[in-house]
């Protein structure tokens, strides 16, 4: 007795119907993510617009814009301002692609970006300039080992998490 693709089928389905129903499925969750490429504007240390559309970066976090940290001289310098300097100067002009991994509570897509061959949420954390978040990827733990054992950008001074700092604030 040999074996028969439409005997495993439900009843008034054919194998035809089946694969078109499964392709449509994934027609729709392609459609239903929003990968966006061009030029970036920078808004803050992990954060960007593209052609419209609000991007976090996906697993890292940077200081809040008004966050002050101390550097290695124990001076108050602007934080902040500095981990968005720092992600504009990683951009550089170059075209930015991003790949939607997610969308969060405040509808910006959260998504893997690379621009001119650099991926940018490992730049931030690897440069120290952001911090992994682990609770949502462990991709970027290990990079940001690597800047605190360097003493790299806010791991040369001392600063407040920032999720932390936003807490102590009641800030999102």
Request: aromatic content about 6%; glycine content about 8%.
């Amino acid at each position: 007795m040999g074996y028969s693709a439409s005997a495993a089928l439900p009843e008034g389905r054919s194998s035809i119907g089946w694969i078109v129903a499964g392709l449509l499925a994934i027609f729709v969750c392609a459609a239903a993510r929003a990968d966006v490429r061009g030029e970036a504007e920078v808004t803050d240390g992990d954060s960007l617009r593209i052609a419209e559309q609000r991007v976090r970066l996906h697993g890292i976090d940077a200081p809040e814009l008004r966050q002050i940290c101390k550097n290695a001289s124990n001076a108050n310098y602007n934080c902040g301002e500095q981990a968005k300097a720092a992600l504009r100067h990683a951009i550089a002009g170059s075209e930015v692609r991003c790949v939607q991994r997610d969308r969060d509570r405040y509808g910006r897509i959260v998504a893997v970006c690379v621009a001119a061959g650099v991926q940018l949420n490992r730049h931030m954390v690897r440069e120290g300039w952001a911090v992994a978040l682990p609770q949502y990827s462990r991709d970027y733990v290990a990079d940001e080992e690597t800047a605190r054992r360097d003493r790299r950008g806010l791991w040369a001074g001392k600063f407040d998490r920032p999720e932390d700092w936003r807490r102590e604030r009641g800030r999102r």
